[in-house]
């Protein structure tokens, strides 16, 4: 398993900020993953980051909106930029822990923001 | 394609009756298969997993069975409490990929 460590846990922000939130794992992952989970709805993958390379964005999702850093195994941010209300979301990091064949996933306990 | 679907919810149950959260998806091959669940307030929590046809998952009095010929990973309880009172998250690995995709969630409400 693997313990994850989001901050903010929760944010109250206004339309056309940007925020950054970081995710802090305590062992060295290859794999972290960022989702999105908008109110009463599932969650959603936004990009996948690789330490050395850049973030692979899903589709809806670009570079520009949603910058992501991975400096190294243990650490990534991921910026939504000039928000909007439609922002508002919970944003999950997670990393890949289990074994190569089960490909199970360990989630922070997400980061809430709501944009005015 | 790549899809997975639950039951909507909520689903309203009294304490220690069955439950049954229905899952179905569509894969090419035989992807792992997992249930996650969400308490009030928290992030998500693997509850169960099963990585091949016919494997059963187990976790806390939950169960899930990969059937194949339905492609179906239904979670069952024989008695709920309280303390279950969550969203639960059907979801699978996308193909060739640690990528998970989840479905709609289900949220189940305990009463006493």
């Known amino acids: 398993s693997a313990v994850i460590s989001q901050k903010p846990s929760r944010d109250i922000c206004q339309r056309g900020t940007s925020l950054t939130i970081q995710c802090q794992v305590d062992?060295?992952?290859?794999?972290m993953f960022w989702y999105r989970q908008q109110p009463g709805q599932s969650l959603t993958l936004i990009a996948t980051a690789n330490q050395g390379s850049e973030a692979t964005y899903e589709s809806g999702f670009v570079i520009d909106k949603f910058p992501i850093s991975r400096p190294n195994l243990t650490f990534s941010t991921l910026t939504v930029s000039n928000m909007s209300p439609e922002d508002s979301s919970i944003y999950l990091c997670s990393v890949q822990a289990g074994s190569a064949n089960t490909g199970e996933l360990f989630f922070g306990e997400g980061s809430r923001l709501t944009v005015l | 394609g790549n899809s997975v679907t639950q039951m909507e919810g909520p689903v309203t149950l009294s304490e220690e009756a069955f439950l049954t959260i229905n899952c179905t998806y569509t894969a090419t091959g035989y992807p792992s298969l997992f249930w996650y669940v969400q308490y009030p307030g928290e992030g998500l929590q693997l509850l169960l997993k099963?990585?091949?046809?016919?494997d059963k998952g187990s976790n806390k009095g939950f169960e899930a069975t990969y059937r194949k010929e339905t492609t179906s990973f239904h979670l069952e309880k024989g008695s709920v409490q309280v303390s279950d009172s969550a969203v639960y998250f059907c979801a699978r690995r996308m193909d060739s990929s640690y990528k998970l995709i989840f479905g709609s969630g289900t949220r189940l409400l305990v009463r006493p």
């Open positions: 099963a990585t091949k046809a016919d």
């Open positions: 062992s060295q992952v290859t794999m």
